[in-house]
């Protein structure tokens, strides 16, 4: 297949590139190449001739269009969007622009470009959101597809906002859609300003491990490469339509991410005291969703769909990766916003 990727130069897309190309297929790379994006993160794939780099902005209408007629994709897979949620506080704006008049905006490329093609019943739009649009749960209870909306960050109603469009120009429009709610993700090229980086790397640096309030917000883990995995599953088993829930079935609570990351460290890099002594327990995030957790029974179910690794097992690749690439994350470091407490104020 044929396929164009936004965001592929962000977190999640550049492992959904990697595995797309190595699975033989052809991949568009459509970024705008934001503060969170790294070229590095695909230049495992840049000189294959199985992929194409394409330097544009989703909201940009003439560029969506050209991009689509050049290259001529069989499947859209959307994931670029502003994505973290305390700059989502600061700045809800730029959430707003992107992840909502962007997502319409290719939408509206997308149908325009199908239209032209004969609508061909093969064409797909997967939409790749979170399972943050359906709000905090409490103690018990998992999220299914059929749980209503009821996102609680300007990031999380920015995604919902994105999620109803791709609905709607299914319904409305016939646009073969299928879309897909994914739970916390960690692992190589996490941008370093996102919970799991920033533990290691302040540990290694010696600085404090800011943890944000008591630390028991419990998130439901998968590592990236699987997501991508289950990612490219929907893309070509996925029924027209219909969406699924991507989860590792790996509850914790941020404290114990952050114990485990610590006890990995003192193995792998030991120094003379343990690297817990460097928590530090920070205010919270205003509005800090308590608890996620995702019931990915359809996507096992009907689509045979398994993550490759525990929680423990990622954590300590993911651990490895940051030790063995510190080229990579110092490079990031200098970006704008890296290192501060975003996000603080409501
Ligand atoms: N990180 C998670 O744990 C998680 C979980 C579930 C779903 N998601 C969703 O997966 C997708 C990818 O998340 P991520 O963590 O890789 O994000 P990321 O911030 O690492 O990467 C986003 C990429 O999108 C690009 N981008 C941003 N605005 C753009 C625009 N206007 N035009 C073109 N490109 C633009 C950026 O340059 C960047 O390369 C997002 O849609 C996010 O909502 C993320």
């Given at each position: 297949m044929k396929l164009l990727v936004t965001g592929g130069a962000g977190f999640i897309g550049s492992?959904?590139?990697r595995q797309a190309v190595a699975q033989g297929h052809h991949v568009v790379n459509v970024d705008k190449l934001t503060y969170a994006a790294c070229l590095d993160n695909v230049a495992s794939v840049g000189n294959s001739p199985f992929y194409a780099f394409e330097e544009?902005?989703?909201?940009?209408w003439d560029a969506m269009v050209r991009i689509l007629d050049t290259h001529q994709p069989d499947a859209i897979m959307h994931l670029a969007a502003e994505s973290h949620v305390d700059r989502s506080i600061d700045g809800p704006g730029e959430f707003i622009h992107t992840n909502v008049t962007g997502t319409y905006t290719l939408l509206e490329a997308a149908r325009r470009y199908w239209d032209a093609q004969g609508k061909p019943e093969g064409f797909r739009f997967h939409h790749i959101s979170t399972d943050e649009v359906f709000g905090s749960l409490g103690e018990t209870g998992q999220f299914t597809e059929t749980t209503p909306y009821d996102p609680r960050s300007p990031y999380s109603a920015s995604k919902a906002a994105s999620d109803h469009l791709v609905r709607a120009w299914g319904e409305t429009y016939g646009l073969p859609i299928v879309l897909t709610n994914c739970?916390?993700?960690y692992g190589p090229f996490h941008f370093p300003e996102k919970?799991?980086?920033?533990?290691?790397?302040?540990?290694?640096?010696?600085?404090?491990?800011?943890?944000?309030?008591?630390?028991?917000n419990v998130r439901d883990w998968l590592y990236v490469?699987?997501?991508?995995?289950?990612?490219l599953t929907v893309l070509q088993k996925g029924e027209l339509g219909r969406s699924y829930n991507?989860?590792?079935e790996n509850e914790a609570r941020n404290i114990d991410i952050v114990?485990?990351?610590?006890?990995i460290l003192d193995d792998k890099r030991p120094k003379s005291s343990p690297y817990a002594e460097q928590i530090t327990y920070v205010t919270d995030r205003p509005g800090h969703d308590m608890r996620y957790a995702i019931d990915p029974t359809r996507i096992a179910t009907e689509l045979g769909w398994r993550p490759s690794v525990t929680l423990e097992q990622g954590l300590e690749k993911t651990v490895q990766w940051y030790l063995d690439?510190?080229?990579?994350?110092?490079?990031?470091?200098a970006r704008s916003g890296v290192g501060e407490r975003l996000g603080k104020t409501g």
């Open positions: 492992a959904v590139v544009a902005d989703i909201c940009d739970s916390n993700n919970l799991v980086p920033v533990v290691i790397i302040n540990a290694l640096e010696g600085k404090d491990i800011p943890v944000y309030g008591q630390g028991v490469e699987d997501h991508a995995d289950a990612l991507i989860g590792g114990t485990t990351i610590c006890g690439n510190e080229d990579w994350w110092r490079a990031l470091q």
